[in-house]
T-cell receptor, first 116, second 114 residues
Framework: AQSVTQLGSHVSVSEGALVLLRCNYS??????LFWYVQYPNQGLQLLLK??????LVKGINGFEAEFKKSETSFHLTKPSAHMSDAAEYFC??????????????FGIGTKLQVIP | DAGITQSPRHKVTETGTPVTLRCHQT?????MYWYRQDPGHGLRLIHY???????DKGEVSDGYSVSRSKTEDFLLTLESATSSQTSVYFC?????????????FGPGTRLLVL
């Protein structure tokens, strides 16, 4: 079984401040972890992913996330928020595929508000 | 860009009518998925397909059926729409490049059932 918990359904930061969106997961197998971003009225766009290897993962738009196995966490950060970062962010976990089928479990999402 | 389109993008229908949503991909991906997105629930899997005419149920499949007669098209049908099926529906594909499976999403279809 696998699950994702995103702490905080709404997060507000000032422009230029640190962005920290929290994600904890559970998985019975080594996980693949993802962050997606969704802008209003659009689909989900892959921000970054962790599969194997380096635990600090860099993504698009200056975001990064660190896989911490001991804490079962995959928090998303960005040093300096920009107005264009306002969106909803989804953390997701996937176990190894069975015959190629990738079961992905999504968190409920965190809406990021950036205050001028 | 994974070459995924969805149609229609918006639809309003009445309770009890059948509705079919279409997902089209241009890159010959084997795996395709239908999700629904609702506030407080994130994305939940409705059905998925692992090849032409090969489909299986997800976690919220009741009231939905799917078909895949061609690699590029994956159809989602609401046999008799209900107000609880008002949602945003997303199609996704799995990209298995280099063995790292990643799902990519279409733009979504907003469905309102009155």
């Amino acid at each position: 079984a696998q699950s994702v918990t995103q702490l905080g359904s709404h997060v507000s930061v000032s422009e230029g401040a640190l962005v920290l969106l929290r994600c904890n997961y559970s998985s019975s197998v080594p996980p693949y972890l993802f962050w997606y971003v969704q802008y209003p009225n659009q689909g989900l766009q892959l921000l970054l992913k962790y599969t194997t290897g380096a635990t600090l993962v860099k993504g698009i738009n200056g975001f990064e996330a660190e896989f911490k196995k001991s804490e079962t966490s995959f928090h998303l950060t960005k040093p300096s928020a920009h107005m264009s970062d306002a969106a909803e962010y989804f953390c997701a976990v996937s176990g190894s595929a069975s015959g190629g089928y990738q079961k992905v479990t999504f968190g409920i999402g965190t809406k990021l508000q950036v205050i001028p | 860009d994974a070459g995924i389109t969805q149609s229609p993008r918006h639809k309003v229908t009445e309770t009890g009518t059948p509705v079919t949503l279409r997902c089209h991909q241009t890159e010959n991906h084997r795996y395709m998925y239908w999700y629904r997105q609702d506030p407080g629930h994130g994305l939940r899997l409705i059905h998925y397909s692992y090849g032409v005419k090969d489909t299986d149920k997800g976690e919220v499949s009741d009231g939905y059926s799917v078909s895949r007669s061609k690699t590029e098209d994956f159809l989602l049908t609401l046999e008799s729409a209900t107000s609880s099926q008002t949602s945003v529906y997303f199609c996704a594909i799995s990209d298995l490049t280099a063995g790292e499976e990643t799902q990519y999403f279409g733009p979504g279809t907003r469905l309102l059932v009155l």
